[in-house]
């Protein structure tokens, strides 16, 4: 080839718009990716949020990024080298704060960290181990230091007030709740029999329970206060994280201010997980657990509660975690038209046996166990378990973790044993499906309720077994 073209960072940076051609660098190379913008998959106003720039710390925080092809694909556009202090400068390792992770979790993707609980203690733990418990990550893990740690209150009605982690466990009562964290994408993988979903390929494990403890929302509320006369202003409690991306855009939630404000809706800034400091991976120092509503809600590394008339207009409450039609897809979606998902439907899955799993021929029952669920504090009443497509159904023993008048917000486990009809094609195919206490139950398929987050599959559960 010709003579190696040279650019500045000052020249490379001209170019930031299409009418200019849109450049980006990556280490020293410069590349005009003007013609790729329409092919970027995560859209171009992603890939344009580094235009005129480097594409460096972009591609240190999505590691999906940093693969032979991709960066063979980014050669074909080179136009030169970068050359001058813009050529030399460090970018910071975001994920520089991960801790150690167990390694029987099932992870999903490492940068961000996204992990399931391994299935066999799903269906037999109560209260899913620590270092066990699904981890579901957007961003790299925050660095923070416990003692100069603190939460703001402000909003609407309310005195700005700054807690430390000390405010929190000495002036407000410690208060403990028995949850179940689920995301809102369990159980996704099945979507994609259906029709291809954009998300992580979560099998049955993003979902676990803890006994969590903190302070209540409601008290630490009252304490800024927030009380019956100021209330009718808001609708909204929004939370946010230390975790942030590279615009510097933490994420954020919010729930109903019902549901905040309430005694009886248990929601805490929690500061323990199981008896021990909330871990790393899990939003240490402090979270929102909110009991009844889906994970996406309860924000960990707290940084601010604010009281508003508005949700939280956070990527995750506005454009995210959000049902559909099967007929809406991506290039007729209208977020706003449909709410941000808080309490969750129901939902049981069979975690013994396993799919694929081989009986003997002589085999004439099968030992079934899995977990049951529903949002909204509703008890689980009925599992039922069929072996032959839902003709028969078996009535399965509920084992509530935690049951208390109206506040059901743990999971109950369940076991039954089924009879083994005769095996089509050499399988048996068993089927799971929850009742809760409003009667609500599971839809048979996936296909009517597709969406095309992904999000909310709460079909009948099945696992396919063969029979030798
Ligand atoms: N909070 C912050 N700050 N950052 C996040 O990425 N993920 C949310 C929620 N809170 C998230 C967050 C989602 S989608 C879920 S399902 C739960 O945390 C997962 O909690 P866990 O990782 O403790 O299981
Ligand atoms: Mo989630």
């Known amino acids: 080839g010709g003579p190696v073209k040279e650019f500045t960072g000052e020249e490379v940076a001209e170019h930031c718009t299409r009418d200019k051609r849109v450049w980006v660098t990556y280490k020293d190379g410069v590349y005009d990716v003007t013609d790729f913008l329409d092919m970027h998959p995560g859209g171009a106003q992603r890939l344009m949020l580094a235009a005129g720039g480097a594409l460096d710390p972009f591609w240190a925080m999505y590691a999906q990024h940093n693969t032979d092809e991709v960066r063979q694909m980014l050669e074909g556009y080179r136009v030169g080298t970068l050359v001058g202090a813009a050529a030399n400068q460090q970018v910071a390792d975001p994920y520089a704060n991960e801790p150690k992770r167990h390694p029987a979790l099932v992870v999903r993707s490492q940068q961000p960290f996204n992990a399931e609980t391994p299935v066999d203690v799903l269906g037999t733990s109560g209260l899913t181990p620590n270092e066990l418990f699904y981890v579901r990550n957007h961003l790299p893990v925050p660095h923070v230091e416990p003692a100069s740690w ?14 430390s982690l000390k405010d929190l466990t000495t002036k407000f009562k410690k208060h403990t709740v028995t949850a179940t964290l689920q995301c809102t994408g369990n159980r996704r993988d099945q979507f994609n029999d259906v029709k291809k979903v954009k ?6 494990g993003a979902i676990g329970t803890a006994e969590f403890s903190g302070a ?4 630490v509320l009252a304490y800024a206060g927030l009380d019956g006369d ?4 808001i609708e909204h409690i929004q939370f946010e994280g230390l975790d942030s991306d590279i615009s510097g855009t933490c994420y954020g939630a919010s729930i109903p201010i019902s549901k905040a404000m309430s005694r009886h809706e248990d929601v805490i800034l929690a500061y323990e997980m199981n008896g021990k400091d909330l871990p790393l991976d ?6 929102i657990i909110a009991p009844g509503i889906t994970g996406a809600r ?26 559909f039609s099967p007929s809406v897809d991506w290039d007729n979606v209208d977020w706003n038209s449909a709410p941000a998902v808080q309490e969750t439907n129901v939902q049981s899955a069979i975690c013994e046996p396993r799919p694929g799993d081989i009986l003997e021929g002589s085999t004439d029952e099968v030992e079934v166990r899995g977990y049951a669920y529903s949002g909204g504090g509703h008890a689980i009443v009925r599992v039922d378990v069929s072996a032959d497509d839902g003709e028969t159904w078996i009535t399965a023993e509920l084992e509530p973790v935690y049951n208390r008048r109206s506040r059901n917000w743990a999971w109950t486990l369940w076991h039954t044993t089924v009879p083994l009809p005769e095996a089509k094609d050499g399988r048996v195919k068993l089927i799971c499906r ?3 206490a409003n009667y609500n139950t599971q839809p048979e398929s996936p296909a009517g309720i597709w969406n095309l987050r ?3 599959n709460n079909a009948w559960h099945e696992v396919v077994l063969s029979i030798e």
């Open 434 to 436: 929850a009742v809760d």
């Open 298 to 323: 309860c924000v960990k590394w707290l940084s601010r509660i604010i009281a508003s008339k508005e949700e939280s207009q956070s990527h995750w409450q506005q454009k995210d975690y959000k049902s």
């Open 199 to 204: 998300g992580l390929e979560w099998g049955i």
């Open 150 to 163: 603190s939460v703001r209150v402000e909003g609407e009605g309310l005195k700005r007030v700054e807690l």
């Open 282 to 287: 899990h939003g240490y120092p402090v979270r």
């Open 454 to 456: 992904g999000v909310l």
């Open 216 to 219: 209540r929302l409601s008290d």
């Open 230 to 233: 100021t209330i009718d202003e």
